[in-house]
């Protein structure tokens, strides 16, 4: 568990160091902008591979169960896990009514996937992994809110946005077909 909890603290505090705009100005102007971008990739690989690593170390040692989940909450993650895809999609696309009505749609799609995560896992393992992404991800939005980052300007529904529906839904079918191969998890049962 020391593990999951060393690899969010470090994913999360570099992710967290770029809402610190005096700090991170800092940091680059002592650091040069590409070397501050290449600690702050190295930080959050470090950080992703310590997560994955140690949640399969717990998972492996056993669950510590904290509640049980109804078993309709499994069934309502499944719909906010193709919300949280589209949401990523739209993250990447250029612009459309979706990205600009979410306004940023990557904090929805991370708060979107750690709330149908913590609805259908009631271990100390998710519970720590999915809550602390589901906190940073609230407290992001409202540091960008306070820096008034509104996000994208209103956009009408185009064809960016079908495309950002068919890539978001691509994805989930793909992680809802694979994830007991790629998570190591059935995703019901």
Not at 17 to 45: C, F, H, P
Not at 133 to 151: E, H, M, N, Q, T
């Amino acid at each position: 568990m020391l593990i999951l909890i060393l690899g969010i603290i470090i994913f999360l505090g570099v992710h967290t160091l770029s809402t610190l705009r005096d700090q991170r100005q800092s940091l680059i102007g002592s650091m040069g902008e590409n070397s501050y971008k290449a600690a702050y990739s190295v930080g959050s690989l470090i950080g992703l591979v310590l997560i994955v690593w140690g949640f399969g170390a717990y998972r492996a040692s056993g669950y510590i169960p904290v509640w049980t989940p109804p078993r309709g909450l499994g069934h309502v993650a499944i719909p906010l896990m193709w919300v949280a895809f589209v949401a990523l999609a739209a993250a990447y696309a250029p612009t459309g009514k979706i990205k600009s009505t979410l306004k940023h749609p990557m904090l929805v799609g991370v708060k979107t996937w750690a709330l149908a995560h913590l609805l259908a896992n009631g271990d100390l393992g998710s519970i720590i992994l999915f809550g602390s992404f589901l906190g940073w991800a609230v407290y992001d939005r409202i540091s960008l809110k306070r820096r008034g980052s509104l996000g994208p300007a209103p956009a009408p529904f185009g064809t960016g946005d079908w495309i950002t529906i068919a890539a978001g839904s691509a994805l989930w079918l793909l992680f809802f077909t694979f994830h007991n191969a790629l998570i190591g998890v059935r995703v019901l049962g």
